[in-house]
């Protein structure tokens, strides 16, 4: 039977290219995000700046006892004296000094605009390695190299003078000389002392670059060096991890990579088992009365069940075989986005083996499969009589197992949709996309049922408006339902997915919008492109005429501990699970005036020194005047007393800490904006032009109304809604290939029935607007369902984001995806009939027979 299935796939083409679509697109999708997620897993990152340290030692940014669920945020440093004990121990050349610090040179002496640039001493410009092309090293306090590529950039060679805002300040230095390396082409160098000067932590450092001695054992070292180090938080990096102590983002956004490949893999999966599974179910549907005549002439079931299994693997292995080669290109494609939109760093490399490979191919194949052998079991089971028969009428498309399993999958979305409706709404997508998914798979199990209700109640409609053309349309429709369903499903899956996921975003932008809105009272916020803002500016704007309140605003994100210390054991098998807390530094003069934070309990007028805000919802049995164990973004443990509680919105509550506690544990030690209300009667315009007279005494200050703070915030939520939406696009996409695809499909294998038609009397055109008609049904009963499951999905996610059960979103959204999926169900039903009544009627009748 193997060779005869082999031998009868040259008669399906429609159904071998059909199958083979979906199987290819839908494996290379799911192998592409599995790459994605062993990437993150792996969160290799080669060096750069570094690469001449064979081991880099750097801050431990995992909170203890987690096992790197947890991470810290904030760099966290070395103590400077570690250098010195490493570079006595054994084995070890040197152990040289790393401090970096962001800063950006003013136009000027050169330069036109303002370039960012990365600053680092000049010892560690050993270990890229860079070395000097032109002048001198910088030794002197106001002296800087420069990388050639930036110098030839900015225009500035040796002998020139640049104006350097770093620090909250401005800083006038020579250029002493260019040097060329492997590290970033926007480096410069300071001497070591005036770096450590300028990054306000004397003492501290960033990196140490461990150079070894020749023949030395290089475990040997790392082992001393974690001894040397002993219980402090510091972390022994090899390899391509030596690219963390570059950018620390690494570790913390590589969970980010993980979780946006797990939702867009998962997803990604359930619409590929969808599509191929409904792909393969039409395509061998379509085969019911060659396999009834089979059966009549005596196969056996078994004998047809390894026939119709045969050609499926054969399909299914040439397709996701094929799909082993584009599916990792797919990943690193999905990377570089993610990369381009400041979503993961772009230091990340790509590493994925064979088990992404594995994944997808055992996806697709155990799918194609497990469609096949329900199909063929459905066949094989049927008398021979009553075989031929269910192949003209297609009478039966319910059982047992069918509904059990659409019950369960409807009963699954109704419980995600219950779930999202009590979410908060920063989360409420995450169980809002599966929650999609379920509803589709269960009315894609009804789908003949509802097809079969659909057509109902369009039929009088339609043979009213359409006569003849309508009304053989509806008794094809009513005659086979289950192909009717098969073609109506990919079109419910596009549209419901497309307009449910779209939606999602929109409506969960516009909650952070509001909540970023609502809680901003300022007027005006002062900033800086030297990195921001020494804390003595508060009081220095907070003093200039006309201003009502100042308070700074400095954004972290730390751990609140708990009230009992965890045991040393949960710590060691890393059980611990410390409670995320966002926070805010402020200052407590200004909070009440320019934040919508308001105490309800306590004063926030008593936010000094070491105390805290926190929110209602996660006091966690702390009362007033308690003691709260905390860690800020750095690491750093602090004990800090309650002074209020603060009613905030669900899902983005916020810990009050003291602008000074907070900005000495983030990496700039500035702050990065100062919200300022206006005095009554004071026009802000006007303040504003006032303030930005200050900008002569503090190079980079510059002043922007409410609007504009707002508007920059929501850019940064649209660079996270870009992202969504590229997920979106490669989901759609594929749905949108399977509704042409199965479109194509279960028109071209139509064609002894066209013949049939045309040998009666029948003329192309009217075949054509037979054709119109249902293809207009199975547009409307497609819109219509997957209409219903956007309506299941987003009413939930509305009411947890918005507190209403209308999405936020332009209509012509929907509008779109309607008209998108309208013309493409109209335009492919078509194209694929008329090529199929090109041929002569005489020729195809008894083709298949």
Same mark, same amino acid.
């Given at each position: 039977?193997?060779?005869?299935?082999?031998?009868?796939?040259?008669?399906?083409?429609?159904?071998?290219?059909?199958?083979?679509?979906?199987?290819?697109?839908?494996?290379?999708?799911?192998?592409?995000?599995?790459?994605?997620?062993?990437?993150?897993?792996?969160?290799?990152?080669?060096?750069?700046?570094?690469?001449?340290?064979?081991?880099?030692?750097?801050?431990? !940014?995992?909170?203890?006892?987690?096992?790197?669920?947890?991470?810290?945020?904030?760099?966290?440093?070395?103590?400077?004296?570690?250098?010195?004990?490493?570079?006595?121990?054994?084995?070890?050349?040197?152990?040289?000094?790393?401090?970096?610090?962001?800063?950006?040179?003013? /136009?000027?002496?050169?330069?036109?605009?303002?370039?960012?640039?990365?600053?680092?001493?000049?010892?560690?410009?050993?270990?890229?390695?860079?070395?000097?092309?032109?002048?001198?090293?910088?030794?002197?306090?106001?002296?800087?190299?420069?990388?050639?590529?930036?110098?030839?950039?900015?225009?500035?060679?040796?002998?020139?003078?640049?104006?350097?805002?770093?620090?909250?300040?401005?800083?006038?230095?020579?250029?002493?000389?260019?040097?060329?390396?492997?590290?970033?082409?926007?480096?410069?160098?300071?001497?070591?002392?005036?770096?450590?000067?300028?990054?306000?932590?004397?003492?501290?450092?960033?990196?140490?670059?461990?150079?070894?001695?020749?023949?030395?054992?290089?475990? !040997?070292?790392?082992?001393?060096?974690?001894?040397?180090?002993?219980?402090?938080?510091?972390?022994?990096?090899?390899?391509?991890?030596?690219?963390?102590?570059?950018?620390?983002?690494?570790?913390?956004?590589?969970?980010?990579?993980?979780?946006?490949?797990?939702?867009?893999?998962?997803?990604?999966?359930?619409?590929?088992?969808?599509?191929?599974?409904?792909?393969?179910?039409?395509?061998?549907?379509?085969?019911?009365?060659?396999?009834?005549?089979?059966?009549?002439?005596?196969?056996? /079931?078994?004998?047809?069940?390894?026939?119709?299994?045969?050609?499926?693997?054969?399909? =299914?292995?040439?397709?996701?075989?094929?799909?082993?080669?584009?599916?990792?290109?797919?990943?690193?494609?999905?990377?570089?986005?993610?990369?381009?939109?400041?979503?993961?760093?772009?230091?990340?490399?790509?590493?994925?083996?064979?088990?992404?490979?594995?994944?997808?191919?055992?996806?697709?194949?155990?799918? =194609?499969?497990?469609?096949?052998?329900?199909?063929?079991?459905?066949?094989?089971?049927?008398?021979?009589?009553?075989?031929?028969?269910?192949?003209?009428? !297609?009478?039966?498309?319910?059982?047992?197992?069918?509904?059990?399993?659409?019950?369960?999958?409807?009963?699954?979305?109704?419980?995600?949709?219950?779930?999202?409706?009590?979410?908060?709404?920063?989360?409420?997508?995450?169980?809002?996309?599966?929650?999609?998914?379920?509803?589709?798979?269960?009315?894609?199990?009804?789908?003949?049922?509802?097809?079969? &209700?659909?057509?109902?109640?369009?039929?009088?409609? @339609?043979?009213?408006?359409?006569?003849?053309?309508?009304?053989?349309?509806? @008794?094809?429709?009513?005659?086979?339902?289950?192909?009717?369903?098969? $073609?109506?499903?990919?079109?419910?899956?596009?549209?419901?997915?497309?307009?449910?996921?779209?939606?999602?975003?929109?409506?969960?932008?516009?909650?952070?919008?509001?909540?970023?809105?609502?809680?901003?009272?300022?007027?005006?916020?002062?900033?800086?492109?030297?990195?921001?803002?020494?804390?003595?500016?508060?009081?220095?704007?907070?003093?200039?005429?006309?201003?009502? =309140?100042?308070?700074? !605003?400095?954004?972290?994100?730390?751990?609140?501990?708990?009230?009992?210390? /965890?045991?040393?054991?949960?710590?060691?098998?890393?059980?611990?699970?410390?409670?995320?807390?966002?926070?805010?530094?402020?200052?407590?003069?200004?909070?009440?005036?320019?934040?919508?934070?308001?105490?309800?309990?306590?004063?926030?007028?008593?936010?000094?020194?070491?105390?805290?805000?926190?929110? &209602?919802?996660?006091?966690?049995?702390?009362?007033?005047?308690?003691?709260?164990?905390?860690?800020?973004?750095?690491?750093?443990?602090?004990?800090?007393?309650?002074? $209020?509680?603060?009613?905030?919105?669900?899902?983005?509550?916020?810990?009050?800490?003291? =602008?000074?506690?907070?900005?000495?544990?983030?990496?700039?030690?500035?702050?990065?904006?100062? $919200? &300022?209300?206006?005095?009554?009667?004071?026009?802000?315009?006007?303040?504003?032009?006032?303030?930005?007279?200050?900008?002569?005494?503090?190079?980079?200050?510059?002043?922007?109304?409410?609007?504009?703070?707002? $508007?920059?915030?929501?850019?940064?939520?649209?660079?996270?809604?870009?992202?969504?939406?590229? &997920?979106?696009?490669?989901?759609?996409?594929?749905?949108?290939?399977?509704?042409?695809?199965?479109?194509?499909?279960?028109?071209?294998?139509?064609?002894?029935?066209?013949?049939?038609?045309?040998?009666?009397?029948?003329?192309?055109?009217?075949?054509?607007?037979?054709?119109?008609?249902?293809?207009?049904?199975?547009?409307?009963?497609?819109?219509?369902?997957?209409?219903?499951?956007?309506?299941?999905?987003?009413?939930?996610?509305?009411?947890?984001?918005?507190?209403?059960?209308?999405?936020?979103?332009?209509?012509?959204?929907?509008?779109?995806?309607?008209?998108?999926?309208?013309?493409?169900?109209?335009?492919?039903?078509?194209?694929?009939?008329?090529?199929?009544?090109?041929?002569?009627?005489?020729?195809?009748?008894?083709?298949?027979?």
């Amino acid at each position: 039977m193997i060779r005869i299935a082999l031998r009868t796939l040259r008669f399906h083409k429609g159904g071998f290219i059909a199958s083979f679509i979906a199987l290819f697109f839908g494996a290379a999708i799911v192998i592409g995000c599995g790459g994605l997620f062993e990437t993150g897993l792996h969160a290799a990152a080669p060096p750069g700046r570094l690469g001449a340290a064979p081991i880099v030692v750097t801050g431990d !940014q995992d909170h203890p006892g987690t096992g790197g669920d947890s991470v810290f945020t904030e760099r966290v440093h070395l103590d400077a004296s570690l250098a010195t004990t490493i570079a006595a121990l054994p084995g070890v050349a040197d152990a040289v000094p790393d401090l970096s610090f962001d800063a950006t040179v003013a /136009p000027g002496g050169g330069t036109t605009a303002p370039v960012k640039v990365s600053g680092h001493g000049w010892s560690s410009a050993r270990l890229a390695p860079y070395r000097l092309t032109a002048g001198t090293a910088p030794t002197g306090a106001g002296q800087v190299v420069l990388d050639a590529r930036l110098a030839a950039k900015a225009g500035l060679t040796p002998g020139r003078h640049i104006q350097l805002l770093v620090h909250g300040g401005a800083k006038e230095l020579t250029v002493s000389g260019l040097a060329t390396g492997s590290g970033e082409s926007d480096a410069l160098f300071l001497s070591d002392q005036q770096a450590g000067q300028l990054t306000g932590r004397p003492g501290k450092l960033d990196n140490i670059g461990v150079l070894t001695a020749a023949g030395a054992d290089r475990g !040997q070292i790392v082992s001393e060096i974690k001894k040397a180090a002993g219980t402090g938080p510091v972390k022994v990096l090899t390899g391509d991890h030596r690219g963390w102590a570059e950018n620390p983002s690494i570790v913390t956004d590589s969970s980010k990579l993980i979780t946006l490949a797990s939702v867009f893999g998962g997803l990604s999966a359930m619409v590929t088992v969808f599509v191929v599974s409904s792909t393969t179910g039409l395509s061998i549907q379509q085969r019911q009365r060659e396999m009834a005549l089979l059966r009549a002439i005596g196969t056996t /079931p078994g004998q047809l069940r390894r026939m119709i299994l045969g050609e499926t693997l054969f399909i =299914a292995a040439l397709a996701t075989g094929l799909a082993c080669y584009p599916g990792p290109h797919v990943g690193r494609w999905l990377l570089a986005a993610f990369a381009d939109g400041g979503v993961v760093p772009d230091a990340l490399a790509y590493r994925a083996g064979w088990i992404p490979l594995v994944i997808g191919v055992g996806a697709a194949l155990l799918t =194609a499969l497990g469609a096949a052998f329900i199909s063929a079991r459905g066949a094989a089971r049927t008398r021979p009589t009553e075989a031929l028969a269910e192949a003209t009428l !297609q009478r039966k498309w319910v059982s047992v197992p069918r509904v059990v399993f659409a019950l369960l999958f409807l009963g699954g979305g109704t419980t995600l949709a219950l779930v999202t409706a009590n979410m908060s709404g920063p989360t409420a997508g995450s169980t809002a996309t599966p929650a999609a998914m379920l509803w589709t798979a269960g009315f894609g199990l009804l789908g003949p049922g509802l097809a079969k &209700v659909i057509t109902a109640v369009l039929r009088a409609p @339609l043979r009213a408006l359409t006569g003849l053309s309508g009304r053989l349309a509806t @008794l094809n429709a009513k005659a086979r339902i289950g192909r009717l369903a098969g $073609a109506v499903m990919p079109v419910m899956l596009a549209t419901g997915l497309a307009t449910a996921l779209i939606y999602l975003q929109t409506t969960q932008s516009s909650g952070a919008e509001e909540a970023f809105n609502d809680n901003m009272r300022a007027d005006l916020a002062v900033t800086s492109v030297s990195g921001g803002l020494p804390l003595s500016m508060v009081d220095t704007i907070k003093n200039q005429p006309g201003v009502g =309140a100042a308070s700074a !605003q400095i954004s972290s994100l730390g751990y609140l501990e708990p009230k009992t210390p /965890p045991s040393q054991a949960a710590i060691d098998e890393g059980d611990f699970e410390p409670t995320e807390m966002p926070m805010q530094g402020v200052t407590a003069e200004g909070v009440a005036a320019t934040t919508a934070f308001r105490a309800t309990t306590g004063s926030l007028a008593t936010l000094h020194g070491d105390s805290v805000a926190l929110p &209602v919802s996660r006091t966690g049995g702390f009362h007033l005047g308690d003691m709260v164990p905390m860690r800020l973004g750095d690491g750093a443990e602090v004990s800090l007393k309650l002074v $209020a509680t603060i009613d905030t919105r669900r899902g983005y509550e916020t810990a009050l800490l003291p =602008a000074s506690l907070l900005v000495q544990h983030t990496d700039a030690g500035l702050v990065p904006q100062i $919200a &300022v209300t206006a005095a009554k009667g004071t026009d802000p315009g006007r303040l504003a032009q006032s303030l930005s007279a200050l900008a002569p005494a503090h190079p980079g200050l510059s002043v922007l109304p409410r609007a504009t703070v707002s $508007a920059v915030h929501q850019s940064q939520d649209d660079t996270q809604a870009w992202m969504a939406y590229l &997920v979106l696009g490669v989901v759609v996409g594929y749905a949108t290939i399977a509704l042409i695809n199965t479109q194509v499909l279960a028109t071209t294998e139509r064609r002894r029935e066209f013949m049939l038609q045309r040998l009666i009397g029948a003329t192309r055109r009217q075949v054509l607007r037979m054709m119109t008609v249902e293809a207009v049904l199975v547009a409307v009963a497609g819109l219509v369902l997957g209409a219903l499951v956007a309506v299941l999905t987003l009413v939930p996610l509305s009411l947890s984001v918005l507190g209403s059960p209308v999405p936020d979103g332009s209509p012509w959204i929907f509008v779109t995806v309607v008209a998108a999926a309208f013309v493409l169900t109209l335009v492919t039903t078509l194209i694929s009939a008329a090529l199929v009544l090109r041929s002569r009627p005489g020729t195809m009748v008894g083709l298949r027979e």
